[in-house]
């Protein structure tokens, strides 16, 4: 399985970028999945996770009420919807397709990587 990662650019403190992930197989719609950021200097992070059905999702508590995850399994695409954005969000956001159905926190627990996108928030 590839996944694309989409929608990345610079946005204002304050504004709003949505991320898309594209997986290249329908096998896909089984597997939980996860964005995760890596800041210049710092280790990757997990940032939200939603489950193989989409009816369970997870956030790291920085991003609580900020961002919103969601995935079309027809599309075969994920979704990552971020709002009120701050300087500490930039990062290069990664997609992953996790092990199981359930999304993980940690990268040990992901088989599929996207490319990562840029997300730039200047103050």
């Known amino acids: 399985v590839q996944l694309q990662a989409f929608g990345g650019g610079l946005v204002q403190a304050g504004g709003s970028l949505s991320l898309s992930c594209r997986a290249s197989?329908?096998?896909?719609?089984?597997?939980?999945v996860g964005w995760f950021r890596q800041a210049p200097g710092k280790e990757r992070e997990f940032v939200a996770g939603?489950?193989?059905?989409?009816?369970?999702?997870y956030y790291t508590d920085s991003v609580k009420g900020r961002f919103t995850i969601s995935r079309d399994n027809a599309k075969n695409t994920v979704y990552l919807e971020m709002n009120s954005l701050k300087p500490e969000d930039t990062a290069v956001y990664y997609c992953?397709?996790?092990?199981?159905?359930?999304?993980?926190?940690?990268?040990?627990?992901?088989?599929?990587w996207g490319q990562g996108t840029q997300v730039t928030v200047s103050s």
């Open positions: 939603i489950n193989w059905r989409g009816d369970s999702t």
């Open positions: 197989k329908r096998t896909f719609s089984n597997n939980g």
């Open positions: 992953a397709g996790a092990l199981a159905s359930m999304a993980a926190v940690l990268p040990s627990g992901y088989r599929y």
